[in-house]
Structures are given as C-alpha cells and as structure tokens.
C-alpha cells in the first residue's frame, strides 16, 4: 500500500515540484537541501506505516501480535508436548521407580503416571524424541537396588512441536471465515482441533446416522490419533456418545470421536549414492524428507479430495538429496504409481530400502 513512497519516490517527487517553480533544483541547491531532511522524515514515516499494516494484517502478522488477534476468537497457540514411550524392567517394578531418571539416544527421560499406567517422559517437548528405536537400552541417573535392566519399548504418544504461525494462522482465519457456533459444523472442528497434539478433525455430519457426527482426528504429526487423547476429546465432547447433552455437544446429537487408522507405505529403489556419504545417511534423509510430505498430505489435503500420494512428488523428494547421486525402480508399496489412501486413513512411512 505504501511501498511506492521510498526516499527516491519522495526526492523526485520534489525536484518535479521544484522545476514547476522555477527554482535551482540542482544537487546541493538551497531549495533539495531544505527539502531533503523532510523527505528523510516523510519516507521513514511511510515505512513505518508499512509496517504497521503488516505487522496487524491477518495474512503477514506473525508472533506475539498473531496470538492475540487469535485470542479474541478463543483460539490460542499448542504449546509443545513431550513424547511418552514405554518402559520395560527387570528386578524392579515400574511404579516403585517413578520420578527416577533415564538416558536413551541421548535423550533424557522421567518415569512417570500417566493415563492409568507407567511410561518414560522426554524432558524435552517436541517431535525430536518420537523417532527413537525401541529396544534401546535405557541408562538409569542413579542406582537403584534391585534394577537387572531397563530398555525402552514402544512409543505410546507421540511429542508435538509448538504451533507454528501458518497453522494457528489458519485456524483463526476459519474461525472468522466460518462462524464456530451453535453447534455447526465448524464448532466441532475447533472443539477437536483445539487440543494439543490434533492436527486436523474432519467432521462428517450424519456420519452414522440422523442426530450424529462423526470425527476423524489426525494427530498434529499427520498420524493416528492416540487412544488417550481420542478418548479424552470423547469424553469432554459427548460422554459415551449418548447425545445428553453432558459435554459441549447440544442434547441429541450423537458425537463419535474416531482415530484415523495408519496406511502404511514401503519405498524401495535402487541407487547410488554421492561420494563422502553412506547408505545409512541416504535413507535417513530419505525418511526425514518423506515423513515431512505424507505430513503435508495427511493434515492439508483438501475434506472434499480423496488423500493421493503421487509418485512424482516421491521421485522430485528423492531426486532432491545430495546424499543421493541416482536412483532408478521407485516403487511404492511394490508399484509405480500413485497410492490412493483408504478413507479413514492416513498414510505412515514404513520401510525405506535399497534393492
């Protein structure tokens, strides 16, 4: 709106001024010296407001600024949550053992109750811990009498990274853009997606039945939903789905809180890999990037298109890695071609190999 009006704008814009007057409108002339100081303050001025405008505008406000534009809709930042894994003892029981301390791939990790049970807690929130292998010996902070061994077993609930400005700003944009209210449809999907660890709710009305709806949570790492959580989101929304009227779902409509289920997807190709690098780097950063795109499948795909995983967008990915000089005979799941995911799906990444 005002990036026209910089120094350079401003100075010719008087210099024409000037010549309209008859006046010496030379470089070091009494009437540009006098000028250029106001010119000087008008421009910082205008980019000042353009700033302004920026910083307040829906589509480019960002940080702090973001958060209470959001805030005034009832929409506010996911912060970041630790992953919980299992744990696995021997010669102790896990709750004689809970608020001890353990190291496992160079992550610290605290037994605690959680959700009816036992499981080790990264210290540190975020995604950086739920791509730990399980079976990895756990390396206890002080002895504890009687422990034989303790290995790391499953993940059980995935850790999410603090939401970025993209995703609160899309939620905050379809809360202005479609009144949350009164029960609609848009209701139940800021309800769900409101809390930490959802990424995307895709709300079906009527979806088992007259008087339902139905949800189909998706974790905010494009994932199943956990149990803890689906049930949790359940149990606030409408208890045991008997449409009472009891949690914030109205009297007599029927909510089912449902966990996407996981497709998984096997990439195998052949390659060869660039000099000063090995095969286990290759694939690791074949993992990282891909993950990252059934992600963006996963939480992005439009509620009305049908979730594709499409062969190019694999082949551009891997062509992409440095570690990678050449690959040939890309399949996904044995095939070269697209992977349509199954309704109620979401796509995982399951093995990826060299042939």
């Known amino acids: 709106m005002f990036e026209k009006y910089t120094e350079e704008y401003l100075m010719e814009q008087a210099k024409q001024m000037g010549q309209s007057l008859g006046v010496?409108?030379?470089?070091?002339?009494?009437?540009?010296?006098?000028?250029?100081?106001?010119?000087?303050?008008?421009?910082?001025?205008?980019?000042?407001?353009?700033?302004?405008?920026?910083?307040?505008?829906?589509?480019?406000?960002?940080?702090?600024?973001?958060?209470?534009?959001?805030?005034?809709?009832?929409?506010?930042?996911?912060?970041?949550?630790?992953?919980?894994?299992?744990?696995?003892?021997?010669?102790?029981?896990?709750?004689?053992?809970?608020?001890?301390?353990?190291?496992?791939?160079?992550?610290?990790?605290?037994?605690?109750?959680?959700?009816?049970?036992?499981?080790?807690?990264?210290?540190?929130?975020?995604?950086?811990?739920?791509d730990i292998q399980p079976g990895q010996m756990l390396i206890p902070m002080k002895n504890t009498a009687g422990l034989l061994a303790a290995t790391l077993g499953e993940l059980y609930l995935a850790g999410n990274d603090k939401e970025s400005d993209e995703s609160l700003r899309q939620r905050y944009q379809d809360a202005v853009a479609f009144s949350a209210e009164n029960g609609n449809k848009q209701q139940y999907k800021s309800w769900c997606e409101e809390y930490e660890g959802i990424g995307r709710a895709v709300i079906t009305p009527l979806g088992k039945g007259e008087h339902t709806v139905t949800a189909l949570l998706i974790s905010a790492d494009g994932r199943a939903a956990s149990d803890a959580l689906t049930g949790r989101i359940q149990e606030e929304i409408d208890p045991g789905s008997q449409g009472l009227g009891e949690g914030k779902a109205p009297i007599g409509c029927h909510f089912y809180a449902l966990a996407a289920k996981e497709q998984t997807l096997n990439v195998s190709f052949h390659a060869q890999i660039s000099a000063g690098y090995t095969s286990e780097s290759a694939i690791e950063e074949a993992k990282k990037r891909l993950n990252g795109y059934l992600k963006e499948v996963a939480l992005h795909t439009p509620n009305e298109e049908e979730m594709f995983v499409q062969y190019v967008k694999i082949v551009a990915i891997l062509a992409d890695i440095t570690a990678i000089k050449d690959f040939s005979e890309l399949t996904i799941n044995g095939s070269e071609g697209n992977v349509k995911i199954n309704a109620g799906y979401v796509g995982v990444l399951g093995e990826v190999s060299f042939l």
Request: aromatic share 14%; charged share 25%; with cysteine.
């Open 24 to 130: 010496d409108t030379r470089q070091g002339s009494i009437y540009m010296d006098a000028c250029t100081g106001h010119i000087l303050r008008v421009a910082k001025f205008y980019e000042d407001l353009r700033m302004a405008f920026q910083m307040f505008s829906d589509e480019t406000c960002t940080g702090e600024v973001l958060e209470e534009k959001a805030a005034q809709r009832q929409i506010y930042r996911k912060q970041a949550t630790p992953s919980f894994y299992e744990g696995i003892f021997q010669g102790v029981e896990a709750s004689a053992m809970v608020g001890e301390r353990f190291l496992a791939d160079g992550h610290y990790f605290t037994l605690v109750s959680y959700d009816n049970g036992y499981y080790l807690q990264a210290e540190k929130p975020g995604s950086e811990t739920n």
